[in-house]
């Protein structure tokens, strides 16, 4: 224990004599930049967007940088998520193709990875930090493309390590976000492009991925902290997705409500909602309970900023196993068990029914809970292009398409099937049962209708 | 002044002279120094107080309308339309635009003024009602003309009102019968009038008042209302102004429209037009109709046996020619027009894969259900918000389930309050107040009561809102 204690004093002498001795704020901050910055990647993926009701294809700028010598890149969700093909720069100038390994929308986070099969030089890999011992008000640098300038190195501190932001934030690409995570706040200054790169502490370890800022707010930039890019990125190159148990339950801070629900500082998570359809729901769980244990460990969350971390205990349950919680309800606690499932993914893949003018997406539970639908049967219609003859024929977008003609369409695969048999017949008239809030629609395909139209113009 | 602008000027004003003058020129020889003698008797000039309370927001205004006395005891109407509960805005989200009136003073044209109280709003024309106070057998009413046989090129006239610093008050204008509308409805169209205009009594040549100014039903926000009832037909766009006949005004007069009391008929379906496309593709011989979408729950058209699918073709015997989703309306407000308890036979088309089958299906209308605006409120002054109890559309539009969902919807919150501070929000269905369920505003005034008694320093509510439940911690301040 001495020992311990005199090797602990004496790493922490070598430490600070290091620091004193050692190099002035600039001096750091330029070692900082040499030993990130040549593993920086300027990304311009292309992207897939169907919400228009076709698809379209969109150029768009981001960051990423190299953390794994076999040339894998991490970046934001928002930027390489949808990508068809991604060009990247890296910061010899040189361009290279990638290919989209995985990424998870939840945490904002993606994985893609350089072919180097024509690139000579060695590669430069960043070191990640530790997110958890990171200080407010420590110097940092960003780097990335803000506004597509690429390269480009700010500079600022830590402004808070924990910034909580509801799950209710929506990515560009249309998820909801940050269920799983807090936000390192800094005032480096964060544009537009810089979404996915560095944020860099001045030993030149990598503690978090830029993600966010605020628009027409002055500094306020937002980065994924490195600890959850760590697990994230290891999920996706080990299985190719992060893997999430979920019961169905949102939780509040208990803050302000310890009294009403007789519960101390520091005791218990408030479930304050339930999914329809949920393990939550059929359990014996209720809202208004006070989780006390969950798998006979303590949890709290008195502020809002504890809860991710409680979800994530959840999340990283295996999927499909019991999770032994224990509820304070009223005077009583209760023990019982909860079956969790596999979160699964969050969005439904899209197809373009081109010939027919709209988009549709596979109904996935997390959209069927989130579009409040009695059920995930059908297609659900992502977009309707302006004067098509299914805009004509007054489909809407968040319609959900159950039969197509005779048949009935239970999922994704079944409308692509149907689709692809029909878009060459000579079919006139296509007639398309759909739900649409509640009730049931006719919307008819008139197929002559768009040739006579085009005939007129 | 240089020679060329005045000459300019001189041409443009010959040219505006001209212009103005042509209807004058042009039209029929209107008496008009009779008709405003005539006049004298019905036209008043309301003076209103009205408060309109959007959201968090409540803003107090005056407004001036022309009037007419419609009957002895001191009737009048007016132009409502911004008066219409939730005017133009679907009840998405509990958000309401209510209008009140405050204060009602009517001034007739030798100078008299007279206190009133507001009665209702016509929701097809706009029509709003007015009833002096104390007022009994003592007005000289207008007498509207039955029968009236319009044609185009008919000219007709009427008075309008002039800003409040002009003397005399009204002023005079003609305009003709354009052309007359069949479908959606039989409304004889006129050009030459403007929707400010609009409740003005139209006099034909003979100087007999036979209508007043009014819109053709506009069916472009029919789509929007979540409820799928159409309860708002929106006046957006250019409306198409026309005579509101004599024969619809007599029927609103005797029973005129009565705040917070629903007296239209209603069958619980949403619905969709039967297109000619859609006809051929079914393969059927009809020329419109109504397709039934969905039905309410305990509705008069699940009573009378409706399905999901079924066409309704014909009511009373009557074709219905609904072919074009414009249309709807015409079937709306044929079943508001035949009213609560209306026995109605509907001649239904029933297809399935093999057969089409029709059928003669009996129902009974009841009461559309209530709008948000109309529905009881509770105001608790303690923690300043109100809420109201939920309205069939609350159901509707949030997917939730009547028989199992309770609650009360927060409609208005001061800003700064104590519940506005707290995190309550316009829009949230109150559950649980502490530990008690609310089901209806009674419930709520009974708890809130019994808290003010008690006055805890922090009251704790349950709500639901976009699709989550939370707890609110509302801190008071006695």
């Known amino acids: 224990m001495i020992l311990f204690r005199n090797l602990f004093l004496v790493l922490w002498i070598v430490i600070n004599v290091s620091t004193v001795t050692g190099a002035s704020l600039q001096e750091q901050i330029l070692d900082a930049r040499d030993r990130v910055l040549p593993a920086l990647v300027h990304i311009q993926p292309v992207i897939k967007n169907y919400s228009t009701g076709q698809l379209e294809k969109q150029a768009v700028i981001g960051s990423g940088v190299i953390f794994h010598p076999d040339g894998y890149v991490v970046t934001n969700y928002h930027v390489a998520g949808k990508a068809e093909r991604i060009i990247c720069t890296l910061s010899d100038k040189e361009q290279v193709q990638a290919t989209y390994i995985g990424g998870d929308p939840l945490t904002d986070l993606a994985v893609i990875q350089l072919d180097l099969s024509d690139y000579d030089d060695t590669l430069v890999v960043a070191e990640f930090g530790d997110s958890d011992s990171i200080e407010v008000g420590q110097f940092v640098l960003a780097m990335g493309s803000p506004l597509s300038l690429s390269r480009s190195v700010s500079a600022g501190v830590i402004s808070t390590r924990d910034r909580f932001f509801n799950d209710n934030v929506r990515l560009p690409t249309g998820e909801r976000t940050g269920r799983y995570n807090l936000w390192i706040q800094t005032d480096a200054a964060i544009n537009p492009g810089n979404s996915g790169g560095p944020l860099v502490d001045l030993s030149g370890r990598v503690i978090g991925i830029n993600s966010r800022a605020t628009i027409f707010a002055n500094n306020l930039g937002f980065a994924i902290p490195v600890n959850i890019v760590r697990e994230v990125t290891t999920a996706i190159l080990e299985k190719g997705e992060v893997v999430r148990s979920w019961i169905g339950i949102h939780c509040q801070a208990l803050q302000e409500l310890e009294e009403f629900f007789k519960t101390d500082r520091d005791i218990g998570v408030l479930v304050s909602s339930i999914d329809p359809g949920s393990p939550a729901e059929t359990s014996f769980l209720k809202a208004g309970d006070v989780i006390l244990e969950i798998d006979s460990v303590p949890v709290s969350a008195r502020f809002l900023e504890e809860l991710p971390a409680f979800y994530n205990r959840i999340a990283k349950h295996k999927p499909g196993s019991e999770l032994a919680v224990k509820v304070l309800r009223g005077d009583e606690t209760y023990s019982f068990k909860i079956t969790t499932k596999q979160l699964g993914d969050i969005q439904g893949e899209d197809f373009e029914a081109e010939g027919w003018g709209f988009t549709v997406k596979d109904i996935t539970r997390q959209m069927q809970i989130e579009n409040n639908l009695k059920d995930s049967l059908g297609v659900l219609v992502k977009g309707v292009k302006p004067g098509s003859i299914a805009a004509i024929g007054s489909l809407r977008p968040s319609d959900v398409i159950i039969k197509v003609n005779q048949t009935n369409i239970i999922g994704f695969t079944d409308f692509v099937t149907v689709y692809n048999d029909l878009k060459d017949t000579a079919e006139k008239k296509i007639l398309l049962t759909v739900n649409r809030s509640g009730g049931t629609r006719y919307v008819l395909l008139k197929f002559n209708q768009v040739v006579e139209e085009q005939k007129d113009e | ?478």
Not at chain 2, 267 to 294: C, F, H, K, P
């Open chain 2, 1 to 478: 002044m240089n020679k060329p602008l005045i000459s300019v000027v001189t041409v443009w004003l010959t040219i505006t002279i001209i212009l103005f003058s042509m209807p004058v020129v042009q039209s029929q020889e209107f008496d008009f120094e009779l008709l405003e003698q005539k006049v004298q008797s019905f036209a008043v000039i309301i003076n209103m107080k009205l408060e309109v309370s959007f959201g968090i927001h409540t803003a107090e205004q005056s407004e001036r309308y022309l009037g007419t006395i419609v009957n002895r005891d001191g009737m009048v109407i007016f132009n409502g339309t911004s008066l219409t509960s939730n005017a133009g805005l679907p009840a998405f989200s509990g958000f309401t635009v209510k209008t009140n009136p405050t204060y009602i003073e009517v001034s007739t044209l030798d100078g008299k003024t007279y206190e009133a109280e507001y009665i209702g709003v016509e929701r097809f024309t706009g029509i709003g009602f007015i009833q002096i106070k104390g007022g009994s057998d003592q007005f000289t009413p207008v007498e509207f003309k039955g029968d009236q046989e319009f044609r185009t090129g008919d000219w007709l006239s009427l008075f309008m009102l002039l800003p409040e610093f002009i003397n005399p008050p009204l002023a005079a204008d003609v305009g003709m019968i354009s052309t007359l509308i069949e479908s959606p409805e039989h409304f004889p169209l006129t050009v030459g009038f403007n929707s400010l205009q609009t409740t003005a009594v139209l006099f034909n040549g003979d100087l007999q008042p036979v209508g007043v100014l009014g819109a053709l039903m506009d069916p472009s926000m029919a789509n929007t209302d979540p409820s799928g009832l159409l309860e708002s037909f929106g006046q957006f766009g250019i409306p198409l102004l026309g005579v509101i006949t004599a024969e619809r005004l007599q029927r609103m007069i005797a029973d005129p429209p009565r705040q917070g009391v629903v007296d239209r008929g209603w069958l619980g379906i949403s619905l969709q037009a039967l297109t000619r496309d859609m006809v051929e593709y079914w393969g059927l011989d009809l020329s419109g109709g109504i397709i039934v979408n969905e039905i309410m729950s305990e509705s008069p058209a699940e009573k009378a046996g409706l399905a999901v699918g079924d066409i309704i073709s014909q009511i009373n015997g009557q074709q219905i020619e609904v072919d074009k989703e414009e249309k709807l309306p015409v079937f709306q407000r044929l079943m508001a027009e035949l009213g609560p308890g209306a026995a109605v036979e509907l001649t239904v088309i029933r297809r399935s894969e093999t057969r089409i089958d029709t059928l003669s299906l009996l129902a009974t209308l009841e009461a559309a259900p209530m709008a948000a605006a109309d529905a009881d409120e509770y105001e608790c002054k303690s923690l300043e918000f109100n809420v109201r109890n939920m309205v069939f559309a609350d159901y509707m539009a949030n997917n939730l389930e009547a028989e199992t969902f309770n609650g009360v919807v927060v409609s208005k919150l001061k800003m700064g309050g104590p519940a506005n501070v707290g995190g309550l929000r316009i829009g949230d269905i109150i559950q649980r107040i502490g530990d008690s369920e609310i089901s209806s505003v009674e419930e709520a005034e009974l708890i809130m009561t019994e808290i003010e008694t008690a006055q805890p320093a922090e009251v704790i509510f349950f709500i639901w809102r976009q699709n989550q439940t939370l707890f609110v911690n509302v801190k008071t301040n006695w």
